[in-house]
């Protein structure tokens, strides 16, 4: 058995926080410093946290390498299992040619780039974020604002501001399932905490996408719609996290939100019309090819981080890859039976473009139902890890020890479901639908070593002691801690460019650090995830996507400087939040 201890240097708890913050500091300077690649950052970070469990805090062998293996495990599934699962959906639409439709569809609400703003970043950002991701959502939303006439700054800036709101609940909730695992609190106490934060965000992210676009005027006059956006977008991100379904909460919500804003524009129109000329639909499509490589290469490895080679892939220039891309799109298209002949788009088109969202929607809704939840349910299991013999110093067990594999009622295997109803609703062949499978499991190979390797770091650091030794340390800050925690959040991501990843590292110890500052513990580990969505439009993995996808690729710096005051702002505004909410000022805010 291996009892822990919180001090094993000398009793002393500074001391001993020095060795257990060896492995954070580790990759975070491999990725901010030497711009080493995540997956290596990672594995060297998890050997660190490997040396400081055996050496410094006596763990044994055998059982420091076992919870290594619990959280690569866990990293696998139901994490990735998740990841791979909602992207393999939407490569499924760009294969057949229903996301252009999609695309088109979000681009025609209106003519005025304020608007736009709104709905393409926005709205449309969002509802990417859902599904695909992984920087998805800033390369293709930055194109699709290139396209309709907006400089290369400003749609790089506007694309990064607008992925914030939805981020905690992206990739089908990934980041909040890994929070709830990693500090063992329960996920919906998670997401209802979070469902009351990063609502108030979205209140004000469409207001600052319009003042990005046209300043001053641009409130003045787009005001009405842009608060409706955030209104609806928070109120509905609130309802669905706290009540309706933790997965399809940014779904629900980008979907809303956008309705609302067609809704409300047949009847209302601003003042002026603020429009430049756009680019041609062929033009569009080439740089969508290759911001969205871009994206995948960036964000899963692909690139060191910024600078001159962010605009290159792993397998080649970004032009390169946009050409084989174009080059492959012809006969996918044809085999969906999509044209790209000018002229409207059919309602069948329009139909199937939205029908896997709307799939979805459904499935995971009927997984609710009663007697089928119970019936799912009857496909999980829990056990207690092979290996793991561990006990607080409270002389309980640490509940990470035990494993629970809910094959049937896991959010990815919903998906996997959902997606072969999409196949068939889309008219793609088995065959194709396969080779889109299997494509997504490629393009996701280094993110899969990357997200094993995080949560495996966690996992030894978490029951080896480390993290609660940090913790403990950090508490000495009083009821303080509150304002600090959304900053470690946004520290995480800034470094990591992934919230899943901070909320990982940080979630333990923000519980930890709570307990021993007798703050409510829910509270610190969702301003963890609150804090961490703002920190995405400054990670280097995020400003590299912006900059390929415009074709700024080596001029991150800049777009760096012009949403830096946006990034420093909404943390401040949240630090706020978080400190009142931890007060008798807020506090009836909590569930």
């Known amino acids: 058995m291996y009892d822990q201890i919180y001090d094993p240097i000398r009793h002393s708890l500074g001391l001993s926080t020095i060795f257990a913050v060896l492995p954070l500091l580790t990759v975070f300077v491999l990725l901010a410093v030497f711009k080493v690649r995540a997956q290596w950052a990672a594995l060297i970070a998890l050997a660190v946290s490997i040396i400081v469990a055996i050496v410094v805090y006596s763990m044994p062998v055998g059982q420091t390498f076992s919870a290594a293996g619990e959280g690569a495990v866990f990293g696998l599934f139901p994490i990735m299992w998740i990841v791979v699962n909602a992207i393999w959906v939407y490569t499924m639409t760009v294969t057949t040619g229903h996301f252009d439709v999609l695309r088109r569809s979000f681009g025609t609400v209106s003519s005025d780039q304020r608007i736009q703003a709104i709905i393409i970043a926005f709205c449309f950002g969002a509802l990417l974020e859902a599904l695909a991701g992984f920087g998805t959502p800033v390369a293709i939303t930055s194109v699709m604002l290139l396209a309709l006439g907006f400089s290369k700054i400003k749609a790089a800036s506007v694309a990064l501001v607008a992925n914030t709101a939805p981020v905690a609940y992206g990739a089908i909730a990934v980041p909040i399932t890994t929070l709830a695992k990693i500090t063992n609190l329960p996920e919906h106490d998670i997401a209802s905490t979070v469902g009351r934060q990063t609502p108030v965000l979205a209140l004000i992210v469409p207001l600052a996408l319009v003042f990005m676009v046209d300043g001053k005027r641009g409130i003045k006059q787009t005001w009405p719609v842009a608060l409706l956006a955030g209104v609806v977008f928070g109120l509905l991100q609130f309802l669905c996290s706290n009540y309706i379904s933790i997965p399809l909460t940014d779904i629900v919500a980008s979907l809303g939100s956008a309705l609302a804003i067609v809704i409300f524009l047949r009847v209302w129109q601003p003042s002026e019309v603020l429009h430049v000329d756009a680019l041609s639909e062929e033009d569009v499509k080439s740089h969508l090819s290759a911001a969205t490589e871009s994206a995948h290469a960036v964000e899963l490895g692909g690139s060191r981080g910024t600078g001159r080679r962010s605009g290159r ?69 829990k056990f207690t890890w092979p290996g793991l013999d561990i006990q607080t110093p409270a002389g309980k067990s640490p509940s990470a020890v035990t494993f629970a594999f809910g094959w049937l009622p896991a959010g990815g295997t919903l998906l996997l479901i959902s997606g072969i109803i999409t196949m068939l609703v889309l008219g793609l062949g088995p065959i194709t639908a396969l080779r889109d499978y299997l494509k997504t499991l490629d393009q996701l190979k280094w993110a899969i070593v990357t997200v094993a390797g995080v949560l495996a770091l966690a996992y030894v650091m978490n029951l080896s002691g480390q993290t609660i030794t940090i913790g403990k340390w950090m508490a000495g800050a009083g009821a303080a801690f509150a304002f600090l925690s959304p900053i470690l959040g946004w520290l995480g991501v800034a470094v990591t460019g992934s919230d899943t990843s901070s909320n990982a590292l940080f979630g333990t110890l923000q519980t930890s650090a709570a307990q021993s500052a007798h703050l409510p513990p829910v509270l610190m580990a969702s301003a963890n995830s609150s804090g961490g969505v703002l920190g995405k439009m400054i990670s280097p993995q995020n400003l590299a996507i912006a900059a390929a996808a415009v074709g700024l690729a080596g001029d991150e710096g800049v777009i760096l400087r012009k949403v830096l005051g946006w990034t420093l702002g909404f943390l401040l505004f949240m630090c706020v939040l978080v400190y009142l909410q931890s007060t008798s000022v807020l506090s009836w805010m909590l569930p």
């Open 313 to 381: 892939t792993a397998e080649g220039s970004t032009a390169g890859r946009a050409a084989s891309a174009a080059g492959g799109a012809t006969s996918v298209s044809g085999a969906s039976g999509l044209t790209d002949a000018a002229g409207p788009d059919s309602r069948s088109d329009i139909f199937k473009a939205y029908a896997p969202y709307l799939i979805i929607i459904v499935v995971f809704s009927v997984a609710q139902i009663g007697f089928i939840a119970k019936l799912l349910a009857k496909g999980a299991t």
